[in-house]
């Protein structure tokens, strides 16, 4: 279980209930049982709930709901909303069409941006009145139209409730959303596929003595229309080196090695190979591997999405010690030279003046 929120702005004279979601706390996977509260200042007493997955008796331990249907078919779910509060409280209940965020969190559209695909394919009860410390089974159902595409569509599922507060003269409305994920494949020809674009650039380590590394970026794309767990790599020195990270969060933490893509959806993934010595054009290959996992565990594997990276390693820091040490040795026989030849010419100064004085005694 994620929670939604909403932020506020204020806005004068009139209560204003945001529209912009708050992207770092928006996933929507559900861990049954964990609370989550919402409040605002004005609220009498904290809002805590839960929801998940369920059949008509109650959560049945998924943490999202999958299903396999055919154009113009439909099926019935249900959703489990525990109210974990003290006080009798009425939530709202939505769908929205699903996505996936950079970070590869699972996310639905905000209140103010419309559907147009498995979003508006989920009809529910507007709302839902829980006394405290209750659980309500709420059914929903998932109708595919008759010209839907084969493949997988995603849609969220949520509860929310909506709070105000006071400030400066207006009122602000903050709405939280916990939900889940509803996958909906649409039966007919699955076709997984993914493509990849890399690029990448030395890292100078400017200690002559050190190899410097190279860093590798690649934008993957889904362009199947099934979901996609896709891991990338590349190979140097006979070795294979698993991405370092996918885009990484607004924290700045790296991301994971691996990541789900939607049909449509692209990710950017990094790679970080080390120890590599400057020795002019260096060549590393990338690969993604993508697979397709159907709502029964079935897996069908895509073609793999192969590109070849080229960059300039050029030995600077090499260079330049080889410069100081041609420099020196330059100036070493200089200097010998420099020498021998003050010798030379004091040695004949010396015969000069022997000369002179044998001449003025004879």
Known sequence: MRRFLRTGVPTSGARAVVLAFAGVVCALAVVAGSPVSAWAEETPASVSWSVSPADATGPDGRSRVELDLDPGASATEHLAVHNLG???VTFAITAADGYLTSTGR?????????????????????????AAGSTAIVPFTVAVPE?????DHAAGIAASVVSTSTGDGARVGVESRVGFRVMTRVTGELAPAVALAADGRYV??????????????????????VALAIEGAVESGGERIAATGFEADESGAAG??????????ERTLAFGVPAVWP?????????????????????TVADRAERTVTVWALPLPQSVLLVAVALIVLGIALGRRRRSARI???????????????????
């Open 256 to 265: 994971p090695t691996s990541a789900d893509l939607l049909p449509g959806e």
């Open 106 to 130: 699972f996310n639905m559209l905000p209140s103010d941006q419309d559907s147009v695909d498995a979003g508006t394919w989920i009809s529910v009860a507007d709302s839902v009145t829980i």
């Open 147 to 151: 010209n839907a595409t084969p493949g």
């Open 86 to 88: 003290d006080e009798a």
């Open 279 to 299: 020795l002019g054009v260096v060549t590393v290959p990338v690969t993604v591997e993508a697979t397709a996992v159907g709502p029964d565990g079935t897996e």
């Open 344 to 362: 030379d010419r004091l040695v004949e100064d010396a015969r000069e003046e022997g000369r002179r004085a044998a001449l003025g005694g004879a």
């Open 204 to 225: 100078i380590s400017w200690n002559p003595f050190r190899p410097g590394r190279l860093e590798v970026t690649g934008v993957i794309e889904n362009t199947g229309n």
